[in-house]
Nanobody, 119 residues
Framework: QVQPVESGGGLVQPGGSLRLSCVDS????????MAWYRQRPGQEREWVAS??????TAYADSVKGRFDISRDNANTVYLQMNSLKPEDTAVYYC??????????????WGQGTQVTVSS
């Protein structure tokens, strides 16, 4: 199984930076899709950024140019957030996709980490 665990959330001032981390606590293989979502108070969960194992990335217009998704050699997934705005305040979720031979991709969600942007 796959069990994503997020960390790095907290309180930051507008214009500041924060880096979120996502680790699969089960150290599963065949994870080829990584993504970050967020849910702002009173709103539906929205897609923020995604990355494939091949390195292709994509970003929502609301964060393009400010956020970066990456993965290190230990398979930790990061979301580097720069120039943060109050509207970035949300619970951020990591989603990992696992594809195994002959089966469709299965997605796993973390519990989320709170990011608050306020002065």
């Amino acid at each position: 199984q796959v069990q994503p665990v997020e960390s790095g959330g907290g309180l930051v001032q507008p214009g500041g930076s924060l880096r979120l981390s996502c680790v699969d606590s089960k150290s599963a293989s065949s994870i080829n899709a990584m993504a970050w979502y967020r849910q702002r108070p009173g709103q539906e969960r929205e897609w923020v950024a995604s990355r494939t194992s091949g390195g292709a990335t994509a970003y929502a217009d609301s964060v393009k140019g400010r956020f970066d998704i990456s993965r290190d050699n230990a398979n930790t997934v990061y979301l580097q957030m720069n120039s943060l705005k109050p509207e970035d305040t949300a619970v951020y979720y990591c989603r990992l996709g696992q594809t195994r031979l002959g089966r469709p991709t299965t997605y796993y969600w973390g519990q989320g980490t709170q990011v608050t942007v306020s002065s």
